[in-house]
């Protein structure tokens, strides 16, 4: 089943949304930021990117109709940048060549919806640790469908 192209161009302009927001909180991160942790039991940013990529790694075989989920140990922070931006490429890759083989609907409220909060996470945790990323109008932003296979 390829799955219909409306829900298949909503997903991929939500990957494609992801990866902007995501380019913005890990773009110029401090070298230590990985590592940074609030509390004993919080995890750090370079866990929360690691889950991340297995977020992304399940959605490829839920889209690829299986339902594997692993979970990886973290690795350093840019080792997980760059496991993120292949992660969400081949994702986007996967479903503009060969469609969905789960629901659409299903894919965006479970692995999806996670990573757009989780990146979030990451967001707060740069402000708290006192290298911020500035604000925006994301409603004006130029998104367009196509994920690069770094995140910007």
């Not at 161009?9 to 773009?27: D, E, I, Q, W």
């Not at 929360?48 to 339902?67: E, F, R, T």
């Amino acid at each position: 089943m390829k799955g219909s192209e409306p829900a298949i161009g909503f997903l991929r302009h939500a990957l494609a949304t992801l990866a902007y927001r995501a380019g913005k909180v890990v773009r110029d991160a401090p070298p230590d930021f990985g590592a940074f942790r609030v509390g004993p039991a919080t995890r750090t940013p370079a866990e929360i990117l690691a889950h991340l990529g297995d977020l992304l790694d399940w959605s490829l075989s839920l889209a690829s109709g299986q339902n594997v989920w692993k979970k990886s140990a973290p690795q350093t922070w840019d080792e997980e940048v760059d496991r993120f931006s292949r992660a969400l490429s081949r994702l986007d890759r996967h479903l503009a060549d060969a469609g969905l083989r789960c629901s659409a609907e299903r894919l965006f409220q479970g692995p999806i919806a996670d990573a757009l909060t989780h990146v979030g996470q990451i967001a707060m945790l740069r402000r708290l640790a006192g290298a911020p990323v500035s604000g925006e109008n994301f409603f004006e932003a130029e998104i367009s469908v196509g994920v690069p296979e770094e995140v910007p």
